[in-house]
């Protein structure tokens, strides 16, 4: 069954750290993975999407990498502003097949 | 902005009405896809909509329908209101149906409140 977690569930953080998002997949034949930003009550925005062959890719402050090998993402957020506060969405796609896997997310909140 | 637009932005009724949401696709794309978000929950795929056909079903409840026009616009009936249909609901939409074709861009959603 293809699933998506991520961890931390939730995070508190101070403004002007940096700070690192899991995600872990078993969604399989991969095609690629997107990182997406909810702000509460809005809908997501892609921030990156990266398949297979990159390893990493950014996007400002935020610079996501990918291992296919272990199947494993993570999203870096460096010098994190108030404005990053919302939920980091991990979506993986399949080859061949057009549902997303959605993981649940995290929720980051950055305190000044 | 995302270039997707759905109305009403919010929408208040009663249980056991009937209720219809609109989504306007990005220009361009064919494919509508519908989620649903209750409260504190991730994204619920509920059912997605390529070039006027049926695609892909999600958990979609009986109760719930959904549709896409020629002009590519889609529209998600709810009937049978219950208390658990409040939610935020969600259409995105992309210019194919798989792969790096299928990124979805999602609209600012439509907030159900059913009382």
């Known amino acids: 069954k293809n699933q998506v977690e991520q961890s931390p569930q939730s995070l508190i953080i101070l403004e002007g750290k940096n700070c690192t998002l899991q995600?872990?997949?078993?969604?399989?034949?991969?095609?690629?993975l997107r990182w997406y930003k909810q702000d509460t009550g809005r809908g997501p925005v892609s921030l990156t999407i990266?398949?297979?062959?990159?390893n990493t890719k950014s996007n400002g402050r935020y610079t996501a990498t990918l291992d296919a090998d272990t199947k494993q993402s993570s999203l870096h957020i460096t010098a994190s502003q108030l404005s990053d506060s919302a939920s980091y969405i991990c979506?993986?796609?399949?080859?061949?097949?057009?549902?997303?896997?959605f993981g649940t997310g995290t929720r980051l909140t950055i305190i000044p | 902005d995302s270039g997707v637009t759905q109305t009403p932005k919010h929408l208040i009724t009663a249980t056991g009405q009937r209720v219809t949401l609109r989504c306007s696709p990005r220009?361009?794309?064919?494919?509508v896809y519908w989620y649903q978000q209750s409260l504190d929950q991730g994204l619920q795929f509920l059912i997605q909509?390529?070039?006027?056909?049926?695609?892909a079903k999600g958990n979609i409840l009986e109760r719930f329908s959904a549709q896409q026009f020629p002009d590519l616009h889609s529209e998600l009936n709810l009937s049978s209101l219950e208390l658990g249909d409040s939610a935020l609901y969600f259409c995105?939409?992309?210019?194919?149906?798989?792969?790096?074709?299928?990124?979805?861009?999602f609209g600012p959603g439509t907030r159900l409140t059913v009382l």
């Open positions: 979506v993986v796609s399949a080859f061949g097949n057009e549902k997303l896997t």
């Open positions: 909509y390529y070039n006027g056909e049926e695609r």
């Open positions: 995600c872990n997949y078993t969604v399989s034949p991969f095609s690629n």
């Open positions: 995105a939409s992309s210019v194919g149906t798989s792969g790096l074709y299928n990124e979805q861009f």
């Open positions: 220009s361009g794309d064919l494919s």
């Open positions: 990266m398949t297979f062959s990159e």
